[in-house]
């Protein structure tokens, strides 16, 4: 076995602050009242879906928030894929409330709702307004993010999701000003997931480990969150699919989660997620499926670039792989657990579609930051070797 080593290389400069505290442990949500409290929070609007609040948990969160005296408001009519007028909703909730404590309580699009509903109700004007890096002027109200999922890693990136009302089009508000305070780890919330979205959020996860670890963006902190998510998802993801009530991987998920989420605001993301944009956008095939399918073609194509093949060395020794090829059919493995592996014909696509789709996938943002340089040809063929 050979491994070219990076260890030549000078490491990459970068400037890093840890914006979001970490609350991790079983049964940590009962300290969300003291953390709101501690915070200045005595008026908070609690940020969820309706899902969550027949699970329990919006109820033992303002348990909490009552013992600790700070008064709650629920708004809980987040929808999947939040767009501008859930957040004007959102809004108008905060202002009613005189609210000066948010908390995001669910999966990615409760934290989306939340993060974009400060910015607004802090700063003023409209969420296009802020589309890009940067752009907020005043300082936002403190955020707790609590995911019940273990996938996006929303609770530890300063950016915010939402999609226009009318366009569809996906805007991406990034400003450090936009992070949760603290992000709230209690494994017990993510027992409630359905099967299938533990399914899809877990791969997410797993993927956003391995495409951090060989961005152009990455840096060894960066890595450092790569190596550590991919070695406790890689471990327990099989196990939470076996024993649904596994508390220890639960935990082991949820923190993999999020630090494939800290890695990500450190290195962006790769080409995987570029393929897999398209066919979400186009076929509705769920975020975490579509950029599953396509990773592992993505594995083998980046190995063929020296540097990024040392990099997918040093991601498979902190989970005890040989190598990129190794790693390419792990992924594959994995996926098939879960049941989300299936052939890109099964959703739709064909071959008459896939230089569109190509296209499309070379014009992401992510593309950008893949370690090989990616072109329309490269992207129809990766789609072509899942097409089936
Ligand atoms: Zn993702």
Sequence with gaps: MHHCSTSGLPPAPFDWTPRTRLVFGPGSLAKLGALAAELGGHRALLVTDKGIAKAGHVERARA?????????????????????????????????????????????????TAKGSNLIFTNGGAVKDYWGV??????????????????????CQSAALIADEVTHQKMACLDPKISARIA????ELTISQPARVQSCTGIDALSHAVE????????????????????????????????????????????????????????????????????????????GQAVG???????RFNAGEHTAEA????????????????????LEKILRLTGLAAPLRSFGVNEAVIPALAEEASQQWTAAFNPRKIT?????KIYESVLG
């Design 376 to 380: 329309p040809a490269d992207f129809a």
């Design 311 to 330: 990099r997918y060395g040093e991601l498979c020794r902190a989970a005890g792989l040989p190598d990129a090829e190794a790693l390419a059919q792990a």
């Design 184 to 187: 709230l780890l209690d494994p």
């Design 212 to 287: 951090t670890a060989v961005t152009t963006r990455r840096t060894t902190l960066s890595a450092m969150f790569s190596h550590e998510s991919f070695r406790l998802c890689f471990d327990a993801l099989p196990r939470v699919l076996a024993n649904p009530a596994d508390l220890d991987a639960r935990g082991r998920m949820q923190l993999g989660a999020a630090f494939a989420g800290a890695a990500i605001e450190a290195s962006m993301l790769g080409a995987a997620h570029s393929a897999a944009n398209p066919l979400t956008a186009r076929y509705g095939v769920p975020h």
């Design 134 to 155: 940067g752009k907020a002027t005043k300082p936002l109200l403190p955020l707790i993010a609590i995911p019940t999922t273990a996938g996006t890693g929303s609770e």
């Design 64 to 112: 909490s928030l009552d013992a600790a005296g700070v008064a709650v408001t629920i708004f809980d009519s987040v929808r999947e894929n939040p767009d501008t007028e859930d957040i004007r909703r959102c809004v108008a909730a905060a202002a009613a409330a005189k609210v000066d404590i948010f908390i995001g309580l669910g999966g990615g699009s409760s934290m989306d």
């Design 293 to 299: 399918v396509v990773l592992p073609a993505i594995v």
